[in-house]
């Protein structure tokens, strides 16, 4: 039930949304020059790696500066990345992620391998099921790049207090996961998204 819900509402999603990912990708592309879209490996169901779809909303190459984004004003990001980081319109992409089966509507955020390396075999369980668009996880750490912006040493911080964290709540979502319940979170991340 949950994975033919993802591939009719990912796939409605993509049709609604196409005029606006037209504009987007119009006003990236005359923003900086790049891809439109970035597309980070990350860490999905059963350990298996995929490329993830995100609009581009910083500088060629950012990545290789850091993986972690700290503050609201990171010189990384394009003036279009302010707006879309913003609203979270960079993460629409991963509607096609969702449709082609890397990753449910709901579920654990996927990672990148390096933080993956570092699970316990316990945390490990996070990979039983495919990775999400939202999960609760992310609502509650939606101004996590403004918490990383008061640390001193922000990807320390992010693994010893924010992925440890985070990692627990999505672990309580395995455990207890249900169809009703990502009913539930999918309309908790757009009222956070239009609540701001």
């Known amino acids: 039930m949950k994975r033919l819900f993802d591939i009719f509402a990912s796939g409605l999603g993509l049709l609604f949304l196409s005029p606006l990912f037209l504009v987007l990708a119009i006003w990236i592309k005359l923003d900086s020059p790049g891809p439109i879209f970035y597309r980070q490996v990350r860490v999905g169901r059963y350990n298996k790696d995929f490329r993830i779809f995100k609009f581009r909303s910083m500088k060629v190459g950012a990545d290789k500066q850091g993986l972690i984004t700290v503050g609201g004003h990171d010189p990384r990001i394009t003036r279009s990345g302010y707006f879309i980081r913003k609203y979270k319109l960079d993460e629409f992409p991963q509607l096609i992620n969702v449709f082609v089966g890397d990753m449910s509507l709901v579920g654990p955020r996927p990672e990148v391998r390096k933080y993956v390396d570092m699970y316990t075999p316990e945390q490990m ?59 539930k979170l999918i309309f908790q991340t757009f009222w956070e998204i239009v609540s701001k």
């Open 125 to 183: 369980h996070v990979l039983d099921v495919r990775p999400g668009v939202t999960s609760l996880a992310s609502i509650r750490y939606r101004n996590e790049n403004e918490l990383l912006d008061k640390a001193e040493d922000p990807d320390q911080f992010y693994i010893d207090v924010v992925m440890q964290d985070k990692l627990a709540i999505d672990l309580e979502y395995v455990q207890n996961a249900s169809f009703w319940y990502d009913i």
